[in-house]
C-alpha cells in the first residue's frame, strides 16, 4: 500500500493509472476507520482495479463550535485497517495542501442540503460537497463508496453528481451496527459510559417505526410524535429532529410512501453533548 | 467535424478519446462566433489532439433583467467557423440537457468576483463557475483557451480550477479587436450607428492610460478620474466603472504596480443599453 500526502502526487498517479486503462474507486473518509468505513472498502474493493481511501479531517464541512479540533486523528491504525481491506493508496494530506490561503471557492447544493441535519449546520454539506468535488479531481475515479449511515450526505452528494455531470458512479453501502444494534460512528467514543448503555435505543425507537409502519400507520405525524416521546422521555437522550422525507430530495413527507420513505434521526446525548444520527429507509 | 448535443454522448466520447491516450482542447463559447472566438480555436488547435468547442447560451449566467431572451443564436454560422478552424467535436446542447428540473448545485468563487463586473451581476460568475464546471466535467479536457477580453472571468477561473484541483491547464488568448480598436463582441451588433462610431473611444482612452502609466503617473485615482471624465464627456457613455486591481485576485490597487495591474472597463453605451467591456494590462 502506498501513502500519499501530496495533492499533486496523487492527481498524477491516477492520471497515469488512467493512462494504463485501470480504474479507480475512492472512498473518502475523515479517518479513525472502524468496520463501517472498513465495509465501504470491501464494496470498493470488488468495484475497481484501484482502491483509493482519502483519510482527511475536512475542516470546512465543520461548524465554528463543533468538534474538528478533537476529532480523533488516528492514522498509524487507519493506515493498518487500510491495509487489511486491500487498499492501494491512502491519500492522507495536510489542511494546507488541500486548501490555499486564497481558498474562495464552494461547491453548494441548496435543496437535498436543506432540512435534516442542515438545519443545524448551515455550512456543513457545502464543506462536504466541496471536499468531495476536490477529491474527486484528485483520485479521478471511476466509482466512489460511501455509507448510508450519512443519509442526508448520500442525497446531497447524489446531487452534486448529477447536476454537475461527474463521471463518477455513486455506490452507496450499508450501516453497520455494534450487536446492540447503535450505528457505528467515530463519535461513539465520546460517549459516557451512561450515554453509551443507552444509545442502542435509538435505534430501537426506528425499529418500532418500521414495525408501526409495516403495521399500517402511515402518518408521518404520529411516528415522529412517538419517537420524540419515547426518546423523550430519558434526560440523557436530547432529540434535535426525527424527518420523514422522500429519499432522494429529502423533502418531508405527510405520509409514508413504502420503498422510498427515509426516517432520518440526530439525537444530542446530554452528559457528553455528542450528537448522534441514524435512519432507516421504510 | 462531429456536432453533439447530447450531455451523455459528449461525456462518453470524451471518455473514450482518453482512454485512446488522445489530449483534449476545450474552448467554450456562447456561440455568434465571431474572430475572437475563432482566435481561441487557433490557439486551442495546437494544443490538443482533438479540438471540442461548445456553443451554449448559459441560462445561469445571465441575470433577471439581462439579454439571455435576445443573446444571439446563429448556430449554423457558428458550425461554418468550427470547421473553418480545424474544430473536432462542435457540442451544442438544448439547456435542458445541462440543466434538470431539479438544478440545485451551484459553484461558487467569493473574492475574485465580488468587484469589477461582479458588483453589477450578484449571480453572473456563479453561472459562468457552474457551466464551466460542467462543460469540463463533459468535454473532459485537458486544456481549455479562454479570452483576455473577459479578463475577471479568467481570473474567477483560474482560481476555481486551483481551488478545486481541477486537472485542467487554463490558457489565456489575446484580446482581438476591430481594426479601430474596438474590441470583439458580440454584443457589439446591438449597437446604433452613432455608439458603434464612438465605441473604439473606449479602447482610445484605455491607450491614453497606458501612456500616462508609461510616462510616469503611478496613482490608480488619478487614471480613474480620467478616464470616467473622458468618457463620461459624451452623452452616448455612461461609465459603469473602472477598476485597476491585482491581474491574479482583483483585488484594487491604490498605486500601479507595473506588470501585474488590470486595468479594466464597463461602458453602458446609452442608445442601445449595450454593456461593452474592455482591459489592458500595465
Redesign the interface.
Known amino acids: 500500500m502506498k501513502v500519499i500526502h501530496d495533492?499533486k502526487e496523487l492527481?498524477q498517479t491516477a492520471?497515469a493509472l488512467?493512462?494504463q486503462?485501470k480504474t479507480i474507486a475512492l472512498v473518502p473518509t475523515m479517518g479513525n476507520l472502524h468496520a463501517g468505513h472498513a465495509s465501504l472498502m470491501d464494496a470498493a474493493r470488488s468495484r475497481a482495479d484501484v482502491l483509493i481511501v482519502s483519510v482527511f479531517v475536512n475542516p470546512t464541512q465543520f461548524g465554528p463550535n463543533e468538534d474538528y479540533e478533537k476529532y480523533p486523528r488516528t492514522l498509524d491504525a487507519d493506515c493498518e485497517v487500510c491495509r487489511a481491506h486491500g487498499v492501494d493508496i491512502l491519500f492522507s494530506p495536510a489542511p494546507a495542501t488541500?486548501?490555499?490561503p486564497?481558498?474562495?471557492?464552494?461547491?453548494?447544493?441548496?435543496?437535498?442540503s436543506q432540512g435534516l441535519c442542515g438545519r443545524s449546520r448551515p455550512t456543513h454539506f457545502r464543506g462536504v460537497?466541496?471536499i468531495v468535488?476536490?477529491l474527486f479531481?484528485?483520485a479521478?475515479p471511476h466509482v466512489a463508496v460511501f455509507g448510508q449511515k450519512d443519509a442526508q450526505q448520500v442525497a446531497v452528494l447524489k446531487?452534486?453528481v448529477?447536476?454537475?455531470?461527474?463521471?463518477v458512479e455513486m455506490a452507496v453501502a450499508p450501516i453497520v451496527r455494534e450487536s446492540d444494534g447503535l450505528a457505528l460512528s467515530s463519535r461513539n467514543q465520546y460517549l459516557s459510559p451512561e450515554e453509551r448503555a443507552v444509545a442502542p435505543e435509538i435505534r430501537a425507537a426506528l425499529r418500532e417505526i418500521s414495525e408501526k409502519i409495516a403495521a399500517g400507520t402511515e402518518s408521518a405525524e404520529t411516528l415522529a410524535e412517538f419517537f420524540m416521546n419515547k426518546l423523550g422521555a430519558n434526560p440523557l437522550f436530547e432529540p434535535e429532529y426525527i424527518e420523514i422525507v422522500d429519499n432522494a430530495?429529502m423533502l418531508p413527507l405527510k405520509k409514508i410512501t413504502r420503498g422510498n420513505t427515509l426516517i432520518a434521526v440526530a439525537v444530542r446525548m446530554t452528559q457528553s453533548r455528542t450528537r448522534l444520527i441514524d435512519n432507516i429507509v421504510a
Not at 102 to 112: K, N, Q
Not at 162 to 167: G, K, S
Open positions: 495533492a492527481q492520471l488512467r493512462a486503462g488541500i486548501y490555499a486564497t481558498f474562495s471557492t464552494y461547491v453548494t447544493e441548496s435543496a437535498c460537497c466541496t468535488n476536490i479531481n484528485l479521478l446531487r452534486m448529477q447536476d454537475l455531470h461527474i463521471p430530495t
